[in-house]
T-cell receptor
Framework: GDSVTQTEGLVTLTEGLPVMLNCTYQSTYSPFLFWYVQHLNEAPKLLLKSFTDNKRPEHQGFHATLHKSSSSFHLQKSSAQLSDSALYYCALSDPSGSWQLIFGSGTQLTVMP | EAAVTQSPRSKVAVTGGKVTLSCHQTNNHDYMYWYRQDTGHGLRLIHYSYVADSTEKGDIPDGYKASRPSQENFSLILELASLSQTAVYFC????????????FGEGTRLSVL
């Protein structure tokens, strides 16, 4: 079945350094990919979603590029901020009709001063 | 403003007792979902619904029932709560279509003792 893999459970880096969180997926179809961000004791909130064309989604300084050839949708930001510390989930939509999101296991990002 | 409201926000239950978690959305969305969050497992789908008076099983439905009495309301029921069901539960709603990103509620923290 469809699945999403986030290889890093924990990422710690210094403020100002670039961020890259990995996301790869397996799907029989051409799914839509999403990134959600969850701050402590809050709801997961949509950060980015892929487009049908080759546009690169961007939000709050984050961007992600869908590479169908490598089945990846890595999340990137040029300069980390303290406020970026949060749990990040990559997810794909199930095109079989339920339209549920299939989530990866999440990456906890901690940005240090 | 679009909203998904969960109640209660936290609950302590006894093993073997019945627990009902409630969710209300004001978004006029057809789809509603119940996810469970556990560290290391991400968000896993328990039940979902795409129309009132009908529910579908997700990936981990064992030990859970769901009820959708109206488009706005979706409940998750634990008939016989067990220790393993201690987790944070999120309700979400979305429109139809596999590029639609679900909107999540604030979550319910359930502790079964």
């Amino acid at each position: 079945g469809d699945s999403v893999t986030q290889t890093e459970g924990l990422v710690t880096l210094t403020e100002g350094l670039p961020v890259m969180l990995n996301c790869t997926y397996q799907s029989t179809y051409s799914p839509f990919l999403f990134w959600y961000v969850q701050h402590l004791n809050e709801a997961p909130k949509l950060l980015l979603k892929s487009f049908t064309d080759n546009k690169r989604p961007e939000h709050q300084g984050f961007h992600a590029t869908l590479h169908k050839s490598s089945s990846s949708f890595h999340l990137q930001k040029s300069s980390a901020q303290l406020s970026d510390s949060a749990l990040y989930y990559c997810a794909l939509s199930d095109p079989s009709g339920s339209w549920q999101l299939i989530f990866g296991s999440g990456t906890q990002l901690t940005v240090m001063p | 403003e679009a909203a998904v409201t969960q109640s209660p926000r936290s609950k302590v239950a006894v093993t073997g007792g019945k627990v009902t978690l409630s969710c209300h959305q004001t978004n006029n969305h057809d789809y509603m979902y119940w996810y469970r969050q556990d560290t290391g497992h991400g968000l896993r789908l328990i039940h979902y619904s795409y129309v009132a008076d009908s529910t579908e099983k997700g990936d981990i439905p064992d030990g859970y029932k769901a009820s959708r009495p109206s488009q706005e309301n979706f409940s998750l029921i634990l008939e016989l709560a067990s220790l393993s069901q201690t987790a944070v539960y999120f309700c979400a709603s979305s429109e139809r279509g596999n590029n639609q990103a679900p909107l999540f509620g604030e979550g319910t923290r359930l502790s079964v003792l």
